[in-house]
């Protein structure tokens, strides 16, 4: 899976389960109803925080936040809330889940379904909310390392 460029994301919820967590396995399921996919070991912290909650944001990144990507995967980082000290963001207005700042775009999900994905669980989100900024260069993971891709027309292809 190395050969398969993938945006990178922050998962984050909120309230007494407040976690994030760097995903590159985040997909668009759905027009309309607009859902999002995520997937997630069952074995990681956002997994009990998602499940329990039955919700979660999602901040796609954009090129210069590949510190945060690398913050996100880092186990040692604080527990709970105090991961999100220091930094910028905002709770959701659905969700409460944080919202990181200068990001390209931001969802809200409440969790529509769960299934089973090997060790993993696939969260299937149905989308409450949804902004984006007007940053063009994406985070992207290929090959084992972040890169930066430059997006293209927010209209459509063309």
């Known amino acids: 899976m190395a050969r398969f460029a993938t945006g990178i994301t922050v998962l984050t919820t909120g309230g007494e389960y ?3 967590m760097t995903a590159n396995a985040f997909s668009s399921v759905s027009l309309e109803p607009p859902m999002v996919l995520c997937c997630v070991a069952r074995s990681a ?4 925080a998602i499940t ?3 919700s979660f944001a999602v901040s ?3 090129a210069e936040q590949e510190r945060l990507a690398r913050y996100f995967a880092n186990k040692s980082r604080p527990r709970g809330a105090a991961q999100f000290d220091g930094l910028d963001w905002q709770p959701g207005p659905f969700t409460g889940a944080p919202l990181l700042a200068d990001s390209l775009a931001w969802l809200e999900c409440k969790l529509a379904e769960q299934y089973d994905g090997g060790d993993h669980s696939i969260f299937l989100g149905e989308v409450l909310a949804a902004d984006w900024s007007d940053h063009r260069q994406a985070l992207l993971f290929y090959g084992g390392a972040f890169h930066r891709g430059v997006g293209g027309n927010p209209e459509g292809i063309g």
Do not use: C, D, P, S
């Open 18 to 20: 407040a976690h994030g």
């Open 45 to 48: 912290t956002m997994h009990e």
């Open 52 to 54: 329990a909650t039955r």
């Open 60 to 62: 796609v990144l954009g």
